[in-house]
């Protein structure tokens, strides 16, 4: 019922940006935080940034200055604006919302940093 779908990863090359998408269904986006984290290959997986329903936003500092989270709620759409992308960027991006005291998660889109 509840679904979160990732969109808008890919290779990129260092230095790059991406736009990341999750479209939101099946819950009340609206008041719903909701966060990205993503997973490297070997590694576990990483809180990136967090949205208030408001939009105000906190980042990991990894990424911090250089990533930007954002919310639509008129869209049920959260994004993630990637800009300056580093190798060390390399990962599965997943979309994440808190939403009844329950939490779900995306499939991921894979985002790929690489000359």
């Known amino acids: 019922q509840v679904q979160l779908v990732e969109s808008g990863g890919g290779l990129v090359q260092p230095g790059g940006s991406l736009r990341l998408s999750c479209a939101a269904s099946g819950f009340i986006f609206s008041i719903s935080p909701m966060n990205w984290y993503r997973q490297g290959p070997g590694n576990q997986r990483e809180w990136v940034a967090a949205?208030?329903?408001?939009?105000?936003?906190v980042h990991a500092d990894s990424v911090k200055g250089r990533f930007t989270i954002s919310r639509d709620n008129a869209k049920n759409t959260v994004y993630l604006q990637m800009n300056s992308l580093k190798p060390e960027d390399t990962s599965v991006y997943y979309c994440?919302?808190?939403?009844?005291?329950?939490?779900?998660w995306g499939q991921g889109t894979q985002v790929t940093v690489s000359s």
């Open positions: 949205i208030t329903r408001d939009g105000s936003a």
């Open positions: 994440n919302a808190h939403y009844n005291n329950d939490i779900y």
